[in-house]
T-cell receptor
């Protein structure tokens, strides 16, 4: 069974620090990886996508992908209290007709 | 565009009652998804449609659940009869055929007493 694993947390970091969120997945040939942010009581929203090994930066967010290790991470620099949310890792597994499989999410709290 | 629209936002019902959740996808999106989210199981895909046709319903938990998409702008998820273990947030989402970015509705919080 194809799975996406995340540390459920909660993860607490002080304001201004770097938050590091990690995700592993079970299928070596997967090609598409996504990070969604979900505020409490709200719906998930896409914040990053990554398809190639290495880093992809977007403002304070950096996604890192290592396909050999089946590992994708999200770094949030200069964390703000407004970043406090649950972060969901999602993977499109090979043979899944491009459908997303979500991890259970990591709850992040940024302390002022 | 108003985004994906779901109704109702909250539904409280008693065990055994029929529940119908509604979704209007973003205009022009030809994929529609129904997800269920609980603390225990996270976000689970129940069923998805492509051009109004159900493609994969393997995530539907049992025969009590059914979903329809009579046209490109409307879908329903029905639970009959409802049970307390169906209590969850149900999300509808849509996307185009060429972009993997998924847009979620605001969800329906279902409580079955």
């Amino acid at each position: 069974q194809k799975e996406v694993e995340q540390n459920s947390g909660p993860l607490s970091v002080p304001e201004g620090a770097i938050a590091s969120l990690n995700c592993t997945y079970s299928d070596r040939v997967s090609q598409s990886f996504f990070w969604y942010r979900q505020y409490s009581g709200k719906s998930p929203e896409l914040i990053m996508s990554i398809y190639s090994n290495g880093d992809k930066e977007d403002g304070r967010f950096t996604a890192q992908l290592n396909k050999a290790s089946q590992y994708v991470s999200l770094l949030i620099r200069d964390s703000q209290p407004s970043d406090s949310a649950t972060y969901l890792c999602a993977v499109i597994f090979s043979g899944s007709a491009r459908q997303l499989t979500f991890g259970s999410g990591t709850q992040l709290t940024v302390l002022p | 565009d108003a985004g994906v629209i779901q109704s109702p936002r909250h539904e409280v019902t008693e065990m055994g009652q029929e529940v119908t959740l509604r979704c209007k996808p973003i205009s022009g999106h030809d994929y529609l998804f129904w997800y269920r989210q609980t603390m225990m199981r996270g976000l689970e895909l129940l069923i998805y449609f492509n051009n109004n046709v159900p493609i994969d319903d393997s995530g539907m938990p049992e025969d009590r659940f059914s979903a329809k998409m009579p046209n490109a702008s409307f879908s329903t998820l029905k639970i009959q009869p409802s049970e307390p273990r169906d209590s969850a947030v149900y999300f509808c989402a849509s996307r185009t055929g060429t972009d993997e970015k998924l847009f979620f509705g605001s969800g329906t919080q279902l409580s079955v007493l």
